[in-house]
């Protein structure tokens, strides 16, 4: 079971760090992505790493702001996010791609999301 934690409610210009973890198995042989939903609009990629941590993509809107990384003995993909704005306001979802491949295919399975809110 995948699961998004790290959420919670910040004003903008403030930054958080997303932590998306396993239970059960390990997550160090797949890529991981990040997407986010908003109220009211569609999911939307957020970024991804592959299963060795050495290629990364992100939603071009958001480079520079976001950076994903992970952490193979803790069992952890992290994504920290800086300079947050209200357009950030989402809860963003971890999800695993079972295929190996860059950028991968699809996702196969999803993790519970954790509320981001960015808010004055």
């Known amino acids: 079971q995948l699961q998004a934690s790290g959420g919670g409610l910040v004003q903008p210009g403030e930054s958080l760090r997303l932590s998306c973890t396993a239970s059960g198995f390990t997550l160090n042989s797949y890529a991981i992505g990040w997407f986010r939903q908003a109220p009211g609009k569609e999911r939307e990629f957020v970024s991804a790493?592959?299963?060795?941590?050495?290629?990364?993509s992100y939603r071009d809107s958001l480079k520079g702001r976001f950076t994903i990384s992970r952490d193979s003995a803790k069992n952890t993909v992290y994504l920290q996010m800086t300079s947050l704005t209200p357009e950030d306001t989402a809860i963003y979802y971890c999800?695993?791609?079972?295929?190996?491949?860059?950028?991968?295919?699809?996702?196969?399975?999803w993790g519970q999301g954790t509320q981001v809110t960015v808010s004055s």
């Open positions: 790493i592959s299963w060795t941590g050495g290629a990364t």
């Open positions: 999800a695993l791609a079972g295929l190996r491949g860059w950028p991968p295919p699809r996702y196969d399975y």
